[in-house]
Nanobody, 117 residues
Framework: QVQLVESGGGLVQPGGSLRLSCAASGSTRNIYVMGWYRQAPGKQRELVATMTNGGNTNYADSVKGRFTISREIAKNTVYLQMNSLKPEDTAVYYC???????????WGQGTQVTVSS
């Protein structure tokens, strides 16, 4: 099993920045993808950004050019730098990991990001 612990959420004004961090522990050896999803009130959970061990990234169209995902593979950590935040970015952000062994998908407990003046 893999445990994912997020940090870095909070309240920020529109146009501001936040950096989320997620540290994985446990059976991390077989992690191939790490990333972030988010869920706003009344909406389905959606992809924000992911990155493979090889550095391939995938971003939601709504965050391209504003958010940047990065990883420190040796530290089993993934980051999400969020710039030019908008009120519609308000959501609970979940850390995500995909392993080559079962169980494949792992989730963190979530961290709240609120963008409001």
């Amino acid at each position: 099993q893999v445990q994912l612990v997020e940090s870095g959420g909070g309240l920020v004004q529109p146009g501001g920045s936040l950096r989320l961090s997620c540290a994985a522990s446990g059976s991390t050896r077989n992690i191939y993808v790490m990333g972030w999803y988010r869920q706003a009130p009344g909406k389905q959970r959606e992809l924000v950004a992911t990155m493979t061990n090889g550095g391939n990234t995938n971003y939601a169209d709504s965050v391209k050019g504003r958010f940047t995902i990065s990883r420190e593979i040796a530290k089993n950590t993934v980051y999400l730098q969020m710039n030019s935040l908008k009120p519609e970015d308000t959501a609970v952000y979940y850390c995500y990991a995909w392993r080559t062994l079962l169980p494949r998908e792992c989730w963190g407990q979530g961290t709240q990001v609120t963008v409001s003046s």
